[in-house]
């Protein structure tokens, strides 16, 4: 079975500073995808990035990037310049290829705060 | 794109009544959606699969006559929390999935209070 592993609970950064939150997963899948999703509080679940396991370019979204490590099974997000409204709780994410029922399998979530 | 809404956005009810949630896709079709549960300051566990024209499929735990779901269109599925007792206080959060695609688009959650 997959599992997916975010193991700082809560982390803080100063505002326009960069920070980086880890995720490790376990899987004996080749094709998977990855995301991370961000929570603010209130609570809407919003997509952040996501990338594909068979592209070996870290995917990128203006502040935010990853660094992927396939054989590692690492799939850090970077976020640079924090701003204010990037406080939220993050999570990792993981899903098998599409061939299956497309579940999700989530992280337990990172909180971070964002201070001016 | 990708809009997903739900209805209603907070209930609270007495213990015993049934409560209905509903989740839309408001700009795609899905043929996919699930449903989620979250306790406050935890991650989503799913509950169940809902699939557009056929039985939902139901994680381990989860009691398909307690939460019975629905999936009456491509651009709707509804929740009812049958017989509801105060230990089904939760955050409930629905997702729905574009065509083929491999995202999961959020709904903005609803939050249940049985007195």
């Known amino acids: 079975a997959q599992t997916v592993t975010q193991s700082q609970p809560e982390m803080s950064v100063q505002e326009a500073e960069t920070v980086t939150l880890s995720c490790t997963y376990d899987t004996s899948e080749n094709n998977y995808y990855l995301f991370w999703y961000k929570q603010p509080p209130s609570r809407q679940m919003i997509l952040v990035i996501r990338q594909e396991a068979y592209k070996q370019q870290n995917a990128t979204e203006n502040r935010f990037s990853v660094n992927f490590q396939k054989a590692a099974k690492s799939f850090s997000l970077k976020i640079s310049d924090s701003q204010l409204g990037d406080t939220a709780m993050y999570f990792c994410?993981?899903?098998?290829?599409?061939?299956?029922?497309?579940?999700?399998?989530f992280g337990q979530g990172t909180t971070l705060q964002v201070k001016p | 794109g990708a809009v997903v809404s739900q209805h209603p956005s907070r209930v609270i009810c007495k213990s015993g009544t049934s409560v209905k949630i509903e989740c839309r896709s408001l700009d795609f079709q899905a043929t996919t959606m699930f449903w989620y549960r979250q306790f406050p300051k935890q991650s989503l566990m799913l509950m169940a699969t809902?699939?557009?024209?056929?039985?939902?499929?139901?994680e381990q735990g989860v009691e398909k006559d307690k939460f019975l779901i629905n999936h009456a269109s491509l651009t709707l599925s509804t929740l009812t929390v049958t017989s509801a007792h105060p230990e089904d206080s939760s955050f409930y959060i629905c997702?729905?999935?574009?065509?083929?695609?491999?995202?999961?688009?959020f709904g903005p959650g609803t939050r249940l209070l049985v007195l």
């Open positions: 997702s729905a999935v574009q065509g083929a695609g491999e995202t999961q688009y």
């Open positions: 994410a993981f899903m098998r290829g599409r061939s299956n029922t497309g579940k999700l399998i």
């Open positions: 809902s699939n557009e024209g056929s039985k939902a499929t139901y």
